[in-house]
Structure formats: C-alpha cells, structure tokens
C-alpha cells in the first residue's frame, strides 16, 4: 500500500501546480488546514482557484485570506465576498474591484450541496435556493410538483486541505465538535486530499471503526501537525 | 404617551412569543441572535447554526473558549446536552431539507409580498449570502425581526424590493420597533403597534400598503 505519511507540510504540497483548483475548509476558526495554507504561501503556486465558505478573516490569522494578499489565488468561491462588518474593506474586495481576483458567489448551502456532489459523482442538481435572485439569472430552471428550481452543477477541486483531530495510517480521520464543517465533503470531492492533523497519527483500529467521520479512501496524504505548530491561532 | 421604538431587546422578546414548543429554529445575526435570551423557562428550542451544530446553547464563559465550538457567527459555545456536531452538507440538508421550522433573519428590505433582500447592499458590489437564501426558501417559517426605517430614515417595508433580493415571497411574519405585520394572500396585514403608536403612524412609514387586522392591538409581550 502506498505510504500516505509525508513527514512535512513543504512536501505534502510541494507537487500543487500554478493554476491548480483547492478546497480549503473552516467555517470561522474551526476546521481551517492553517499549517497545509502556510506551507503553500511558502511554496508560491499561483493562479489558483479557491473553494472555500469564506475569503479569510480580518487580523493575522494564517487561512486563505493570505494566499489571497500574497496575490496566488486568481479566483474565489464563496459564500461571503464583502466583511463581516460594514465598515471594514478587506484584501479581496480592494483586489476584487481593481479586477485582480475573480469571484462566485455561492449560497452555503448551494456551495456544500455543489461539493458534495462532486465527491458523489452527480452530474448536476436542481434546488429552489437562488430562483427569483441575480445568482439564478442565466441558468437552466425547470418546474417540478409545481415548485420552480434552478440547476447547479458539481464543484470540483485537484487538491483539498483538509484539518482533522485524529488520523490513522490508512487515513481515516475523526473531526472534533464543529471543526467538521466542510472538511468531509471537501475530502470527497478532490482529486488529492491532503490532510493536517492535531493528534499523532496512529496505527489502524486505534480509532473507534465507529467513530471514523471520513474513510480513508477519500484521504492521500497526511501530515502530523508539530506540537509546537506554529500556525496554532489561539482563542 | 410618547412614541417611542420598541429597542431590540424587545424586539427579540416579541419574537420568542412566535417560537412553539419543541421547535427547530435558526436565528440569523443581529436581532434574531437575541430572540433565545427570551424564551420561556420550561420551554425546549432547539438551535441549528449552519457551523454544523444542532442544540446550540449559551456562549462559552471568558477563558473556556474553544475553538472547535463555535456558532454560524463565530461566536464560542458551551458545551450542553444534547448538542450534536455534523457536516455542512448535513447542516443544510436540515435546512434545504425543510427540518427548520423557524428562522429569524435581519432584513434590508421587505416587499408587500414578502420578498426579502438582506445580503447585499448594491453600491458595495459584494454581499454575504451566508446561509441566507437556503434558510429564507427552506425553512418552515421565516420571521423578520428588523427596524421599521434604514438608518436614513426610508422604510424598510416597501412596494419592491430595490435591494437585490435574497428569496420570493418567502417572508410570513415581520417584527419591528413600531409594528407587528403578517405577509398574507391579501396583502401586509398590520397586526400590533408599538405603545403610542396608530396605524397611521405605521403606514406613514411604511411604503407598502398595510391592511389593517380587525383584531389591531397593542404590541403584547
């Protein structure tokens, strides 16, 4: 079986080429793969599209906001492009305006729903969310009982960073309390899922068969997380 | 009687008395997030938040943060019974999947026919759907809890919408600082005012014809 350790995040990443698609989790500062977003500032891939629920935060936190500033990524989608408060003017908006990074705006539950349809191999879906809005205009609707839905097609994504609490050497991960988020369904739906995870990664059946929130059919690579990680934001 | 608005705390409280027993219910941020202070002792509520968590409960105390434990606003939780943690895709599956029964959200616009438009303001040129447009078409009941005017004073409840909208027709119950209004077949009927406060007051600010219920009462909490 071929080995999924990798010792470092610079190695786990070190194969992304320019113009790759990534996923990126979190869903504020839960589940963010802090370490894998680092390693590919330093890495310097460029013309990337990002999937994520967000553009990164305000404040110094390591998340995709930094690719986003460190001008790698050319395109971003998500459910939120403006900042959480009115009166703040982040990175991506200045860069959105003057034409340097593309966004799509997604509903959450569009988003989620367009990945997990990518990682289940579904050739498209229609949902109500959206009908009657500027995000619908130009996409296929069709009456069903009555009700009006627009089509929506898979996300897909080359690699996805992934955040876990537990890892095993065949990949299974176990999430931690609302760390999950987008996480599982962002593993399913890349071609590499590459993971950074907070525990030591263990030995087949030391995590609870049970217990085990994404199989590791879905899982590529993984790195461990030093103690001392220091992409670690505190509360 | 001086006219006063009613402050979003009682806003929030006026809310509450719409949740039923036993509800699943999703409260957006602003107003909404103060509905669950007011809810009756002895009363369950159960709170969904799109971080992919069902039973949320209070806030966690200062220096028992986690960072794992966190609401739809990024806020830190407490750890309760009865708490369940799961995907995004599951976390909207509740909602898209009509398993919310209630959900409260802020407003920048409500039309006579209950289109809502809170997600974006056009002259930024960017907007935060959020969860908004899923939880506004998925769930069972969608309550506004807003102020009457925007800050320039223009009424918020108008003809159409001029905002971008975030869904159609979607809204059943507004609750504002002056009034209570139900979206219904025939038109925006004006249930409750503020103390002080007559229709005409309302209708003064309101662009969108208001009906006038039979039963039109003072704002009761």
Redesign the interface.
């Known amino acids: 079986m071929k080995n999924k350790v990798y010792e470092t995040f610079a190695e786990a990443v070190s194969d992304i080429p320019d113009g790759s698609t990534i996923m990126f989790p979190g869903f504020g500062p839960a589940g963010i793969p802090r370490n894998l977003i680092a390693a590919l500032v330093q890495q310097g891939a460029r013309n990337l599209t990002g999937i994520s629920n967000n553009h990164g935060r305000v404040g110094n936190q390591m998340d995709v906001g930094r690719l986003i500033e460190a001008g790698q990524m050319k395109k971003m989608v998500c459910a939120f492009t403006a900042a959480t408060h009115p009166s703040q003017v982040l990175a991506f908006e200045k860069m959105n305006e003057a034409g340097e990074i593309e966004a799509e705006l997604v509903p959450q539950g569009t988003l989620a729903e367009r990945i997990r349809a990518a990682g289940a191999g579904i050739g498209a879906f229609y949902t109500p969310t959206g009908v009657g809005t500027e995000l619908a205009q130009g996409k296929e609707h069709r009456a069903i009982n009555g009700r009006e839905y627009v089509l929506e097609y898979p996300l897909h994504a080359d690699y996805a960073f992934i955040r876990a609490y537990r890892a095993d050497t065949f990949g299974n991960l176990q999430y931690r309390l609302s760390q999950r988020n987008f996480n599982p369904i962002m593993a399913q739906a890349a071609t590499i899922t590459i993971v950074e995870v907070e525990n030591d990664i263990v030995a087949p059946g030391s995590i609870d068969p049970d217990c085990v929130h994404s199989p590791g059919i879905f899982v590529d690579r993984i790195v461990r997380i030093p103690p001392d990680g220091i992409w670690e934001t505190p509360v | 009687m001086d006219k006063e608005r009613l402050d979003r705390e009682v806003i929030a409280m006026r809310v509450a008395k719409e949740l039923p027993d036993g509800a699943c219910v999703n409260l957006g941020i602003g107003i909404p997030t103060l509905v669950s202070s007011y809810v009756p002792e002895g009363m369950t509520v159960l709170y969904h ?5 069902l039973n949320c409960g209070p806030l966690a105390d200062e220096g028992e ?6 609401n ?3 806020q ?1 939780l407490k750890m309760v019974p009865g708490m369940s ?5 599951d ?2 599956a509740m ?2 999947g009509g398993h919310i029964d209630v959900t409260v959200l802020g407003a920048l616009q409500v039309s006579e026919v209950g ?1 809502l438009a809170n997600w ?2 056009p002259e ?11 939880l506004a ?2 769930a069972g009941r969608v309550i506004v809890a807003m102020e009457h005017t925007d800050r320039n004073d223009r009424p918020k409840i108008v003809k159409e919408c001029s905002y ?5 027709g979607c809204v059943s119950l507004m609750v504002t600082d002056i009034a209570v209004i139900e979206v219904t077949v025939e038109g925006l009927v004006l249930k409750e005012v503020a103390p002080g406060w007559t229709a005409e007051d309302v209708q003064g600010l309101t662009e969108a014809r208001l009906v006038l219920s039979p039963d039109l009462k003072e704002i009761e909490l």
């Open positions: 938040s799109e971080s992919g968590v943060e986690d960072i794992d434990l966190i739809a606003g990024g830190f943690f799961f995907s995004s895709a976390a909207f909602i898209r289109d974006m303001l930024r040129g960017v907007g935060n759907i959020g969860g908004a447009m899923d078409m998925g971008p909208p975030t869904a159609r």
